[in-house]
């Protein structure tokens, strides 16, 4: 093939017609916005002949294959190619304009069928294709596009047979607009979004802009018609969501202008819609309208006047079994999932989505942070590892300038009717730079009505004192630290925005609830977008037809990011994380307060009272058993008010009392069935601490000395203590053996993703847990005491843990008390090394048998809890079963502990064995060793251990969100140097 238009910056498309806002018209007197059953529209989707070429050079229109390929699709999905996965890099040379030589090459090729008249033109719309294609019309050259994510439009009508025709799109894998589109994700081609024919009338209107303003007690809807100057009759009304006009007019201009009394306003929360119907002669257009306005005062960002929040997510267009295409019903699973975890705004990170996605948002009620298919910073490594002189490279050098204008202005123009779209984005990381301001203008010149945003920090060397972040309507950070973060909100001249934090990678975002007060307690803070939405991953099955998911590296590539795609707050499934559950409940509608006896609800809408919104319910529980509960009907709370609860509780008194209120949607909602909760605030009002008293025995014990240690004997157990571990070795119930092998210490935890820098998985972590030897620690012991009374025996073990090549990470005097009715008390005083800075975790694990696998506790549940990752969770007494405590990361790690536990018993069959202390404490019980867990790269690899891992940790140190952002903070890191860790051990025969 001899076109070069993808080797070429300055042509970013070829033939395709002016852009516009999208819609789909309908024949006159017809009253559709669909794509299916519109006689105007004829749907090319569906199967394509296909004929995949290695290279484009080899790739012809001649070529006649069997093979077939579904549109839309990517073709990695179907097995041609491979899939590649990588973050930031460029997957090809940095060498603009010029790509590979093996370009991979898909040919599409269908037939169709149309009538031709006189009155209609043929539009043919591809709305994503990836990266560019060449369009042919029975064997005729029609036209060239690239940008992926946008829509290209032809007017196919010359090159038309009455009949049957045949169309032929080159796709190629790698165009110059690669060097733009360097977004994280697995790297897939093909045509991956609708395409179809339009049938418009030789007269209509091709493009149209809406624009709201509010007055006192009316809004004016305007509009600008572009009709080419035909002085079309344009009919316009208005209708409410009833159905009733509220406002129509006529006109031959290019401008309208209608006024709405009393508007009903669109926002987040309460997402109401107008519908436009526009009428020419021969077709009609169906749109929606919402009313809006959106604007900063001060640093303060407002809608409709009113100041507000993005609870919000980045959103990739990912799906394990579709890659990037998004149908209907899986966008409106994703935002149904949002809306019912409390997120309000989505940032389409780092490209404009589907079309429908923004009529989805409108519709539901979402912020959206629309974004340019712009992502440059590949050039960043292209000099040597990570090079901030090259960072900014493409926005620097005007060569591109044709290619990003043209980004901003197709993002502009499609999506500049939409409500749901508050803000714009340039795109993502590319620098800052000569480019970056010819973007800013053509975006103003296309639409004021909206905020600016853009992040990126780096600038090239000589364009430094060129920019002025003026230009930009919000300021917009990344990943900050908590202490980072809060010194913008104090400075900040323009609504800050966290346009990504709490990387969601694997086990975490630790501290969200940190970062959700800080966007609370500023007025000029409005908000941050969690990275990400989704798990990217691929699907396969096993044998037995049960999920895998792949990721970088699995493909045999040899440049990739690993696992960094699997990063989101839902698995590829959408599952959501526990993480997600964690930010459900830090974006929760309501807050209550305690204050003595007085509990104060805050209304955390914007625009919703409370009354409409939300039921408040509560339950008073003590011991994890419900004891009492009502309901606060009604209760009326404007947006951001605060009054105290009618409230009225019984006496209370004892240990392990709590109170939970829990917020259920009441508003009907298309997405939220009524009912559904959306958060909670729990208090504990005990009058008491719990305590467990030793079960009373007044039967022997004994201890016998052993060649390994010490056997103690009572009535109903024996138990083995092993003198070289400094732990028991062997537990024996009325003869039933618990132990699977002998306990350990444990000061080590499989890493998590957010781990990987400071436990030395990544290459760059010093001081790591890895090079510390934290991993290998084991007991060194020093000379056992045992003394023996009528009823106990006391066993006193001095240890340190230690590991080759290292000096002793800690010191414990260990003492374990065995009483006759076989409870143990064991007592830790530990000294930790001083130049350590924290340890993963300090406790003890017990390997029993596998068959233990009922477990009972009272601590943060019911999923996984940890020190700064707990506010999606509540204190209770929870049931579950060994495998249910499991959370299965696609990329094994450590999961399932549960912080603030003051009890915990395992069983079996025959026996129960609890772990009890006065001082909260985390546990964690699973079928997988820590050393299996880090060992393995991937979930369906895991090999249980054939027994039950007990931990039973003085402290576990929180998850953070180290893997894009900041560790866990210090107050939740185990950096204590001398404590005392306590608990008793009851063991219970099993009636
Ligand atoms: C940041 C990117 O903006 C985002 O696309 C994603 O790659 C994320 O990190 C990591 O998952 S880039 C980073 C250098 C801050």
């Known amino acids: ?429 590319s620098g800052l730079g000569v480019n970056t301001l010819a973007a800013v203008d053509a975006v103003r010149k296309l639409d004021s009505s909206r905020l600016l945003h853009y992040e990126s920090k780096n600038f090239m060397p000589e364009d430094q004192e060129k920019f002025n972040f003026d230009i930009l309507d919000v300021e917009s950070h990344m990943y900050p630290d908590l202490e980072y973060t809060e010194r913008l909100a104090q400075e900040n001249k323009k609504p800050l925005i966290l346009c990504e934090f709490a990387h969601a990678m694997g086990n975490g975002p630790g501290s969200l609830s940190e970062y959700y007060e800080l966007f609370y307690r500023y007025d000029g803070f409005a908000g941050g977008f969690v990275w990400e939405w989704c798990d990217h991953a691929i699907l396969q099955y096993d044998a037995s037809g049960n999920a895998q998911y792949l990721y970088g590296g699995d493909f045999g590539e040899v440049l990739h990011d690993g696992n960094f795609c699997v990063d989101g707050l839902v698995y590829p499934d959408r599952t959501p994380h526990t993480g997600l559950l964690e930010l459900k409940n830090c974006a929760r509608p309501v807050h209550i307060t305690r204050a003595g006896n007085t509990f104060s609800a805050e209304n955390k809408l914007d625009f919703a009272d409370l009354s409409d919104a939300v039921t408040v319910v509560w339950s008073l529980e003590q011991n994890g058993t419900k004891i009492a509960e009502g309901s606060i009907a009604n209760f009326n709370l404007a947006p951001h008010a605060k009054a105290p609860l009618p409230l009225s509780l019984p006496p209370i008194d004892g240990a392990r009392v709590y109170l939970k209120f829990e917020y259920l949607q009441k508003a009907v909602h298309p997405l939220i069935p009524v009912g559904t909760s959306l958060g909670f605030d729990q208090f504990d009002l005990s009058t008491e601490d719990m305590s467990v008293s030793l079960p009373v025995s007044h039967s022997a014990v004994t201890a016998e000395q052993t060649p390994t240690g010490w056997l103690v004997n009572g009535e109903t157990f024996s138990y083995h203590f092993n003198t070289a571990l400094g732990t028991f070795d062997s537990f024996k119930i009325d003869g039933i053996e618990c132990f699977d092998r002998p306990a350990e210490f444990d000061i080590h935890r499989a890493p998590t993703d957010n781990d990987m820098v400071e436990a030395g998985i990544a290459s760059y972590g010093q001081n790591s847990w890895k090079s510390l030897r934290l991993d290998a620690a084991y007991a060194y012991t020093y000379e056992t005491v045992v003394e023996q009374s009528n009823t106990s025996v006391t066993i006193t073990c001095p240890l340190s843990l230690v590991a080759d090549r290292a000096a002793p990470f800690c010191n414990i005097q260990a003492v374990y008390n065995v009483y006759g009715s076989g409870a143990v008390e064991v007592s830790m005083h530990v000294s930790v090394r001083k130049d350590l800075a924290y340890l993963p975790r300090f406790g003890m694990r017990y390997f029993l048998t596998e068959d233990f696998q009922n477990c009972t506790y009272f601590g943060y549940g019911p999923q996984e809890s940890y020190s700064d990752k707990h506010a999606g969770s509540y204190k209770s007494m929870f049931n579950a079963t060994v495998p249910d405590l499991f959370e299965n990361y696609i990329y094994p790690q450590e999961n399932g502990s549960h912080s603030g536990t003051e009890e915990c018993t395992l069983s079996n069959a025959n026996t129960t064995l609890k772990a009890f202390s006065t001082k909260p404490f985390s546990f964690c019980a699973s079928e997988y060793t820590r050393e299996e867990l880090a060992a393995k790269k991937h979930h369906f690899e895991l090999q249980k251990g054939g027994c039950t891992v007990w931990n039973i940790d003085y402290a576990m140190t929180g998850v953070g969100s180290g893997s894009c952002g900041p560790y866990t903070i210090e107050q939740y890191r185990l950096t204590e140097k001398e404590f005392v860790f306590d608990y008793m051990f009851i063991p219970r025969r099993n009636l």
């Not at 569906?46 to 006649?64: D, I, M, Q, R």
């Not at 929606?288 to 303060?300: F, L």
């Open 1 to 429: 093939m001899n076109y070069n238009y993808h080797q070429d910056l300055n042509i970013v498309r070829m033939n395709t017609m002016p852009d516009r806002a999208y819609y789909i018209p309908c024949a006159p007197s017809k009253n559709t916005t669909s794509k299916e059953n519109n006689e105007r529209v004829l749907l090319l989707n569906g199967s394509w002949k296909f004929t995949y070429y290695p290279s484009f050079a080899e790739a012809s229109l001649e070529g006649v294959s069997d093979n077939v390929l579904p549109v839309p699709s990517n073709w990695q999905m179907y097995g041609y190619d491979k899939h590649q996965y990588v973050n930031i890099d460029y997957p090809i040379p940095y060498n603009p304009p010029f790509v590979p030589k093996e370009n991979p090459c898909g040919v599409y090729k269908r037939t169709f069928s149309v009538e031709l008249t006189e009155e209609m033109q043929f539009h043919l719309n591809f709305e994503g294709v990836d990266s560019c294609h060449y369009v042919f019309l029975n064997g005729v050259f029609i036209g060239y596009s690239q940008v992926s994510h946008s829509t290209a439009e032809y007017d196919i009508t010359p090159f038309l047979q009455d009949g049957e025709n045949e169309i032929a799109v080159m796709v190629l894998k790698w165009c110059d607009g690669t060097y733009l589109e360097a977004q994280d994700k697995f790297r897939m081609s093909g045509i991956f979004r609708d395409v179809y024919l339009l049938q418009r009338p030789q007269h209509h209107v091709r493009h149209y802009v809406v624009q709201t303003s509010l007055q006192q007690e009316s809004a004016t809807v305007s509009f600008k018609f572009d009709d080419f100057g035909t002085a079309l009759v344009k009919s316009v009304k208005i209708l409410d969501a009833e159905g009733r006009a509220v406002a129509q007019g006529e006109t031959c201009d290019e401008t309208l202008s209608l006024t709405i009394e009393n508007p009903v306003l669109w926002n987040a929360e309460q997402p109401y819609l107008y519908q436009m119907v526009l009428d020419t002669l021969q077709e009609r257009i169906i749109d929606t309208i919402g009313i809006r306005t959106i604007s900063a005062q001060g640093n303060v960002l407002l809608a409709n006047g009113q100041p507000i929040k993005f609870k919000g997510v980045n959103r990739h267009d990912s799906y394990p079994d579709t890659g990037y295409v998004a149908s209907r019903e899986q966008m409106v699973r994703d935002l149904q999932l949002m809306k019912q975890h409390n997120i309000n705004a989505i940032r389409t990170s780092h490209y404009p989505n589907a079309p429908e996605f923004y009529h989805l948002c409108d519709e539901y009620g979402f912020y959206v942070i629309d974004e340019g298919d712009m992502e440059s910073h590949g050039a960043w490594s292209s000099h040597g590892f990570r090079d901030n002189d090259w960072y900014a490279v493409v926005h620097h050098d005007p060569q591109f300038q044709t290619a990003i204008v043209d980004r901003v202005q197709r993002l502009v123009t499609r999506d500049i009717n939409r409500p749901c779209v508050v803000i714009w984005s340039l795109g993502n990381e």
